[in-house]
């Protein structure tokens, strides 16, 4: 059981390139979240999915997108680097209240 | 929409002295309330949670206190040691949003020795 894995754990991108940032939990959760962590700040959700098939806006989605074909999976893609986009990632997983956070995927954007 | 307020923003300490850190949240029906704990470069590690049917919860040198009228919840440290500094996240799950955890905006809790 190695919980929430997130890849990569870092990565440089240029103005305008686009990447996805892997997440994945083998605790059979359906809920899943994607947050931004940007320096010295708090956690703001830019996704989140209730089970397989179904994703909602979080608070800062401008800029991301998500799907979620499997409940293990959560990918979120980012078109279009922007500076503003540089931040950590955290992928979480939730059954009952409990959430767990996956490692975090460090992106700077220059 | 969900609001979480925490304060204070740093809180400095010296080892062996009690560090408390208070939260304040807007919706009366949220039901549960986690902290999170995040050393430096390190994901955020859930140290203690609370629901609404309890006024206090303690696990060794942590406790959370509870005050549904008042919308606040606290978080107490004592006896603090250096490995408790790092950055402490209050939560609350807002029966509105679903299984959304609304985040505050972190208290840095540096333990001096």
């Known amino acids: 059981n190695a919980g929430v894995t997130q890849t990569p754990k870092f990565r440089i991108l240029k103005i305008g390139q686009s990447m996805t940032l892997q997440c994945a939990q083998d605790?059979?959760?359906?809920?899943m979240y994607w947050y931004r962590q940007d320096p010295g700040m708090g956690l703001k959700l830019i996704y989140y999915?209730?089970?397989?098939?179904?994703?909602d806006k979080g608070e800062v989605p401008n800029g991301y997108n998500v799907s979620r074909s499997t409940t293990e999976d959560f990918p979120l893609r980012l078109e279009l680097a922007a500076p503003s986009q540089t931040s950590v990632y955290f992928c979480?997983?939730?059954?009952?209240?409990?959430?767990?956070f996956g490692p975090g995927t460090r992106l700077l954007v220059l | 929409g969900e609001n979480v307020e925490q304060h204070p923003s740093t809180l400095s300490v010296q080892e062996g002295d009690s560090a408390v850190i208070k939260c304040t949240y807007s919706?009366?029906?949220?039901?549960?309330f986690p902290w999170y704990k995040q050393e430096l470069g390190k994901r955020p590690q859930l140290i203690i949670d609370?629901?609404?049917?309890?006024g206090e919860k303690k696990d060794q040198r942590i406790a959370v206190t509870l005050n549904k009228t008042a919308k606040h919840f606290s978080l107490h440290i004592t006896e603090t040691q250096p490995e408790d500094s790092a950055v402490y996240f209050c939560?609350?799950?807002?029966?509105?949003?679903?299984?959304?955890?609304?985040f505050g905006g972190g208290t840095r809790v540096l333990v001096k020795p």
């Open positions: 979480a997983s939730t059954i009952g209240e409990t959430q767990y």
């Open positions: 605790m059979n959760h359906n809920y």
């Open positions: 999915s209730v089970g397989a098939g179904i994703t």
């Open positions: 919706d009366s029906a949220s039901n549960y």
């Open positions: 609370i629901r609404s049917n309890v």
């Open positions: 939560a609350a799950r807002f029966k509105a949003a679903g299984n959304k955890l609304t």
